[in-house]
T-cell receptor
Framework: GQSLEQPSEVTAVEGAIVQINCTYQ??????LSWYQQHDGGAPTFLSY????GLEETGRFSSFLSRSDSYGYLLLQELQMKDSASYFC????????????FGTGTRLTVIP | KAGVTQTPRYLIKTRGQQVTLSCSPI?????VSWYQQTPGQGLQFLFE???????NKGNFPGRFSGRQFSNSRSEMNVSTLELGDSALYLC????????????FGAGTRLSVL
């Protein structure tokens, strides 16, 4: 089957850097994605890694190591509005369009 | 470009009833997926439709069903509601070839009493 593990909660200070890790297990790998979800809101796409290495999008970066079945989301210059849940996700191992999500990491940014 | 629209936003039903939720994808998106989100189980895939055909299905009982219309709009139906069906139901649309990028609607929050 598939499994994704990520920490349940992370707290960080405004202006700091935080890293949210994700380890995955899946028989067919089609890339690792990250989504953000504010309380009461819809998940929104943040980043996608298909190959090893770092992808940077503004204050957010995502890293993937396929040999380690591991990735992380890096948030820099944290702002209060970054307080949200962050989910890593892989495509279904059959290669279909649906995503298999991790249980999410709740990030709390404190002043 | 309008985003994914889900209606209604909130629903209250009683056990044994049935419910139909609606989703209008982003214009041009032909793939529509449905997810159930609960505090205990997180985001779980229900099914995906593409060109009016169910292309993939998650591990949910047959009480959960869906369909897609020629304009890519989709509905999901839950029959014989149970208390455990209380959840946020999210619809997501995507373009073929964009793989992991899905665009979610705000969801329908269903409460079963």
């Amino acid at each position: 089957g598939q499994s994704l593990e990520q920490p349940s909660e992370v707290t960080a200070v405004e202006g700091a850097i935080v890293q949210i890790n994700c380890t995955y297990q899946t028989s067919g790998f089609y890339g690792l994605s990250w989504y953000q979800q504010h309380d009461g809101g819809a998940p929104t796409f943040l980043s996608y890694n298909a190959l090893d290495g770092l992808e940077e999008t503004g204050r957010f970066s995502s890293f993937l190591s396929r040999s380690d079945s591991y990735g992380y989301l890096l948030l820099q210059e944290l702002q209060m509005k970054d307080s949200a849940s962050y989910f890593c996700a892989v495509r279904d191992q059959s290669g279909a369009n649906n995503l298999f999500f991790g249980t999410g990491t709740r990030l709390t940014v404190i002043p | 470009k309008a985003g994914v629209t889900q209606t209604p936003r909130y629903l209250i039903k009683t056990r044994g009833q049935q419910v139909t939720l609606s989703c209008s994808p982003i214009s041009g998106h032909r793939s529509v997926s449905w997810y159930q989100q609960t505090p205990g189980q997180g985001l779980q895939f229900l099914f995906e439709y593409f060109s009016e055909t169910q292309r993939n299905k998650g591990n949910f009982p047959g009480r959960f069903s869906g369909r897609q219309f020629s304009n890519s709009r989709s509905e999901m139906n839950v029959s014989t509601l149970e208390l455990g069906d209380s959840a946020l139901y999210l619809c997501a649309s995507s373009l073929e070839g964009t793989k992991n990028i899905q665009y979610f609607g705000a969801g329908t929050r269903l409460s079963v009493l």
